[in-house]
């Protein structure tokens, strides 16, 4: 390749292929991941006090851009693609980390309408941009339960309205087991998990031990191929590993030890190729970290569901060329006062260039780092604190909390979350 560079001085010249020859040319790409959109179709806003809550039954002091106990208005919903097209028109795709079902919608038959509506709706925005999707617990019926036996016309269908984004290649395991990889620009292979047969509210694969469907031995094929083509990896899904807590006294893993080892065995054998995990669920911006230091972060919701802001879709860069995730952005709006404008916009929230994070990468040893001021550095956590719920107000967090807190970031299993908090 010959690089003909006008105007400069010779010396310039020389610096400049010399930079190119050492550090290759940065290429800047983006991508968008929106999470858990939980859209209800039949949402009505009300500001009468007669009645619970009703979100769509138009009862109860329901804002009409949307209510913390609430599934996402559809017009809220189209906004925030509006707003993301604004901001971004032409990323190289968008992840889709799942839940996009309301949580009070009840019937199998609205679920495919409601899939539907809700990928046509991005689509007409972004159309011709790859859309990648990962099943949420709730995308479901009956919710979270999954089994290949019972859900294989199913994902079929889902495949089949989103004919653009499947090739017959990647519906042989999307189509059976609802996991499939999509290669970009030869460089970046997104491999994106079926995480609900590990979900603990998955009564139809409890009990199933092992690599259930194979779908951990294909993650490390996966990782080998990506190797073998010099390529970097994410790992999408919907649900995290890690603990799910409620309160202070019940603490589960969706992911059994097995699985954890396995994700830490194959960083093991093939260091550096995986350079993020990406899911949604937690509806709070999450962090998580494996046993080499790569990133589980999981994105915050669109819905303002569980008493959060919404987060609208998380921005990233990267460079395909040096192969390196450079940075992400992050949104928030204020619901009460979009409910008071009648009109909802996200503004930004924080970027991991800016203070306290200062990152000049999302590589592992800036998470590392990261962790570490989180744990000593009391300014650094209350300003992370805060953000979690995309600003919603947040209870004073003590000693204990912030420990936990810690012990959730630095831990996979139980045994090492106990340990931690010791
Ligand atoms: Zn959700």
Not at 67 to 95: A, H, V
Not at 139 to 165: A, C, G, K, V
Not at 341 to 355: C, G, M, V
């Amino acid at each position: 390749m010959i690089f003909i560079i006008p105007k400069v001085n010779l010396g310039l010249k020389i610096v400049c292929v010399f930079a190119f020859l050492i550090s290759g040319i940065m290429t800047s790409h983006t991508f968008w991941q929106i999470s858990d959109t939980h859209v209800n179709y039949c949402y009505r806003g009300s500001t009468s006090n007669t009645a619970a809550n009703g979100c769509s039954r138009g009862t109860g002091n329901t804002g009409n851009i949307g209510d913390y106990k609430c599934d996402t208005p559809y017009w809220t919903f189209r906004s925030g693609i509006k707003q993301m097209k604004e901001i971004d028109p032409n990323p190289d795709f968008i992840l889709f980390s799942g839940d996009l079902f309301g949580h009070k919608d009840t019937t199998s038959f609205a679920l495919l309408k409601v899939f539907e509506k809700t990928i046509v709706t991005i689509k007409k925005h972004f159309p011709n941009i790859p859309l990648i999707y990962s099943l949420g617990n709730t995308d479901l019926w009956p919710r979270n339960n999954f089994s290949s036996e019972t859900h294989e016309d199913y994902l079929t269908e889902i495949s089949t309205i989103m004919s653009d984004d499947f090739d017959d290649e990647q519906k042989k395991t999307w189509n059976k087991y609802g996991y499939y990889s999509t290669i970009i620009q030869n460089k970046l292979r997104v491999v994106t998990l079926n995480t609900i047969i590990y979900y603990v509210n998955n009564k139809l694969t409890k009990g199933l031990g092992g690599d259930v469907y194979g779908q951990l031995a294909w993650l490390k094929n996966q990782v080998k191929l990506a190797k073998e083509n010099d390529q970097m990896v994410i790992v999408h899904g919907h649900v995290p590993a890690g603990i799910r807590k409620n309160g202070y006294s019940s603490y589960k893993t969706h992911f059994n030890n097995y699985v954890v080892d396995k994700f830490n065995s194959i960083e093991s054998e093939y260091p550096g190729i995986i350079k993020l995990y990406v899911f949604g669920h937690k509806h709070r911006d999450t962090l998580r970290i494996t046993h080499a230091g790569t990133p589980m972060l999981c994105a915050p919701s669109f819905s303002f569901y569980y008493n959060v802001n919404s987060a609208l879709a998380r921005h990233f860069q990267y460079d395909l060329n040096n192969k390196v995730f450079t940075s992400y952005q992050n949104y928030w709006s204020d619901l009460n006062e979009a409910n008071e404008d009648e009109k909802i916009i996200w503004k930004p929230l924080y970027n991991t260039t800016q203070s306290p994070m200062n990152f000049n990468n999302l590589n592992n040893e800036n998470w590392v780092d990261f962790i570490y001021e989180l744990e000593h550095n009391n300014d650094t956590f209350q300003i992370w604190y805060e953000r979690r719920k995309a600003m919603y107000p947040m209870p004073i967090c003590d000693e204990l909390c912030k420990k936990d807190l810690i012990c959730l970031i630095k831990t996979l299993t139980k045994t090492e979350y106990f340990d931690c908090m010791e």
